[in-house]
């Protein structure tokens, strides 16, 4: 079953694979935790266009792909990836001018 999220949300899962994610937002931008036993930081591949992020792996015994709508709300550029234990973390911060900012009321 698809999960999808609300459109105020800036990521929307694509499709299913039984690799477990987990997508938060706060005032920074989004993370994306992804559970890939097995896979390590040289059998993963994360790409990103105006519209998708897209994470595949691959090692000779299993491979996935696993798809995101996004929005042109995050810095591409600043996009960060890091596999640990079995956890592919990605933190995709927001452009500085579409962040919160408080407003000082004088």
């Known amino acids: 079953?698809?999960?999808?999220?609300?459109d105020s949300?800036?990521?929307?899962?694509?499709?299913?694979?039984?690799y477990t994610d987990d997508v938060t937002h706060d005032d920074d931008g989004a993370t994306i935790k992804l559970k890939v036993p097995g896979f390590n930081k040289k059998s993963i591949d994360?790409?990103?266009?105006?519209?998708?992020?897209?994470?595949e792996g691959k090692t000779?015994?299993?491979?996935?792909?696993?798809?995101y709508a996004i929005d042109n709300k995050?810095?591409?550029?600043?996009?960060?990836?890091?596999v640990a234990d079995g956890l592919l973390t990605l933190t995709l911060p927001?452009?500085?001018?579409?962040?919160?900012?408080?407003?000082?009321?004088?």
């Open 9 to 18: 949300f800036a990521i929307r899962k694509m499709n299913y694979i039984n």
């Open 46 to 55: 994360v790409s990103v266009d105006s519209e998708h992020l897209t994470i």
């Open 94 to 106: 927001y452009k500085a001018e579409v962040k919160p900012r408080k407003i000082k009321v004088s």
């Open 74 to 82: 995050f810095d591409f550029d600043s996009i960060d990836a890091k």
């Open 1 to 6: 079953i698809n999960n999808f999220f609300d």
């Open 60 to 67: 000779d015994d299993d491979s996935f792909t696993k798809r």
